[in-house]
């Protein structure tokens, strides 16, 4: 990848999940502050939260009846 060009989706979603779980390299970091629009990590990291919150409801639905 270029210095010059955006991350591409699965970039995203890596950069999102390593945020997520706190191991986001400072070189990733950096660049996607410097190259990325923050609006495309902010909704990504909402989605990846809304799906983690209802994985956990169905589980303990599933678990007590």
Same mark, same amino acid.
């Given at each position: 990848?270029?210095?010059?060009?955006?991350?591409?989706? =699965?970039?995203?979603?890596?950069?999102?999940?390593?945020? /997520? !779980?706190? *191991?986001?390299?400072?070189?990733?970091?950096?660049?996607?502050?410097?190259?990325?629009h923050p609006g495309? =990590?902010?909704g990504v990291g909402?989605?990846?939260?809304? /799906? !983690?919150? *209802?994985?956990?409801?169905?589980?303990?639905?599933?678990?007590?009846?």
């Amino acid at each position: 990848m270029s210095s010059d060009s955006k991350p591409g989706v =699965f970039s995203i979603i890596l950069s999102v999940l390593a945020a /997520l !779980f706190g *191991v986001q390299t400072e070189t990733n970091r950096q660049r996607d502050f410097t190259q990325g629009h923050p609006g495309i =990590f902010i909704g990504v990291g909402i989605g990846f939260i809304v /799906l !983690f919150v *209802v994985s956990l409801l169905l589980i303990v639905n599933w678990v007590l009846p």
